[in-house]
């Protein structure tokens, strides 16, 4: 294919790292099983790691019932915290927060149902226009979901009559002051009649961004999985999903019977049949910026992959691997890494046309491997501490990547203090406990040898959580190895 390398816009190539921002999602998400589950409404937690795809699906799935029978309701929440339900009760003589679930679950019942009844507005008809207009200038439609919530704890610590689905909404028209009686009753009506005759649902995400790990934000989200579930029983027409990173659902299902059941919740993976939708997922992506017809089955996602780049790549003692194939095995098997690793080959390379060359992808995978470190003590950066000098400690430790667990014991007890990983309370974890974590986040894989010992495969944590602290045998995740030996 006749391209100049140096035409090439990497971003619209392989597309924003934030599907929020990213425009052409629509051309080019990728459906799985998964996704067809989650839009059936059965799951009321969607869980995924860091760059799993969670909001790439909730984008999907808003547009996706624009234009279906029932009304999307989205809900987004920004980097921002508790600091605006904190002035809120200040500004009422009201005292500190609450780290009361129950307390949040009532505020969560109300919010939601507010963003209802904001979300029926439009199929409103007799007084469309002049409610519209009001809420605009009073700054309903355009305060920050923050703000909105904080309006309904308010309302729970004052112990106002709350909104409820079993009957009529008792919906707030005060600030509407140019509303005559007559058409406050009108509109009651009409809202009601609308919530009540349609179908719903609900989509809530971010929940990540302004997490922090305190007993006033697990206790917010606690509250927010129980308000899900009254709902859901007082309302037959309603669908609520929220997406959630699954480090914070470990640390919020803990100890906590709100989660015993499992059946309303789903983790993402993308662990099919050869990573076929992940190979999809980049030759979409590549099929649409090069004006190519999609391709619809395994065959032809090779030749996408090959506009761009070379089929293969010299690798060890090995002849060649399918770049594909390599590429995957270096990530954690995540929609956002794996992009951000191909548009960095793309970067790095210096060819005057495509495909890549092959001496691209070292230096790439050099930047993307230290970006791999840092992005890992990020993630977990509100429940463990050092993790990042913790992973450096390794380098130099063995000549070879596997590593029997007594030898990793042994490494982590000979680590110098700031090389040990720390909760977030601050007490430092026991060598055992690091070895768990340390697998967990996916630092380490669990070694599984097959075919009388010739073949090695790998599992990760959510393949097979157990650890025989005497025979396990680990190795250290592709992702960081060019980091170790650069």
């Known amino acids: 294919m006749d391209v100049n390398r140096a035409d090439i816009d990497v971003v619209k190539l392989f597309g924003k790292d934030r599907a929020q921002e990213d425009a052409n999602l629509k051309y080019y998400f ?124 308010l309302k729970v610590i004052k112990g106002a009559k709350l909104q409820s689905v079993g009957g009529e909404i008792d919906f707030d028209f005060t600030p509407l002051t140019e509303l005559l009686d007559t058409d406050r009753i009108v509109l ?20 990540d961004e302004p997490w922090k790990n305190s007993p006033e934000m697990n206790a917010w989200l606690r509250g927010l999985v129980f308000a899900i579930r009254q709902i859901k029983r007082e309302f037959n027409n309603l669908k609520v999903v929220a997406f959630l990173r699954t480090d914070i659902y470990d640390v919020i299902s803990r100890g906590s019977d709100l989660f015993d059941s499992k059946s309303e919740i789903t983790t993402i993976d993308w662990d099919d049949n050869n990573f076929y939708s992940l190979k999809l997922l980049v030759a979409s992506r590549i099929a649409y910026y090069f004006h190519k017809s999609p391709p619809n089955n395994l065959s032809q996602i090779p030749d996408m992959w090959d506009i761009v780049f070379p089929a293969s790549v010299n690798y060890g003692q090995q002849k060649t691997v399918v770049l594909s194939d390599y590429l995957i095995e270096r990530t954690f098997r995540r929609p956002r890494e794996l992009l951000q690793f191909c548009r960095q080959i793309v970067s790095e390379s210096r060819a005057n046309a495509l495909p890549i060359e092959e001496n691209a992808i070292s230096p790439a995978e050099i930047i993307y491997s230290n970006w791999k470190v840092n992005d890992l003590a990020g993630e977990y950066s509100q429940t463990y501490k050092q993790i990042d000098t913790c992973i450096l400690s390794f380098i130099g430790a063995r000549k070879t990547w596997d590593w029997p667990c007594q030898s990793i014991l042994s490494h982590i007890s000979s680590c110098q203090p700031e090389e040990i990983i720390i909760r977030s309370n601050g007490i430092a974890v026991s060598p055992k406990e690091c070895v768990e974590i340390l697998y967990l986040i996916g630092f380490l894989r669990k070694v599984i040898i097959r075919g009388g010992g010739w073949r090695k495969q790998y599992k990760l944590y959510y393949q097979d959580p157990n650890i025989n602290f005497i025979n396990t045998v680990f190795d250290i995740h592709p992702a960081f190895r060019k980091k170790f030996v650069q």
């Not at 009651?188 to 971010?206: G, Q």
């Open 30 to 153: 990728v459906k799985t099983a998964q996704y067809d589950e989650i839009s059936q409404g059965s799951r009321e937690l969607v869980l995924g790691r860091k760059g799993a795809g969670k909001s790439a699906i909730f984008e999907a799935l808003a547009s996706e019932k624009e234009l279906s029978s029932e009304i999307p309701v989205k809900i987004s929440f920004d980097g921002e915290d508790f600091i605006y339900i904190n002035n809120k009760l200040r500004s009422h003589e009201i005292g500190e927060l609450v780290s009361d679930e129950f307390k949040y679950s009532l505020a969560w019942k109300d919010f939601i149902i507010t963003e209802i009844v904001f979300s029926s507005l439009s199929k409103l008809e007799k007084t469309n226009s002049m409610v519209q207009k009001m809420l605009v200038e009073k700054g309903f439609v355009k305060e920050k979901t923050w703000i909105k919530f904080a309006n309904s704890m």
């Open 188 to 207: 009651r009506d009409e809202i009601n009649e609308i919530i009540h005759n349609n179908n719903f649902f609900v989509l809530i995400d971010n929940l």
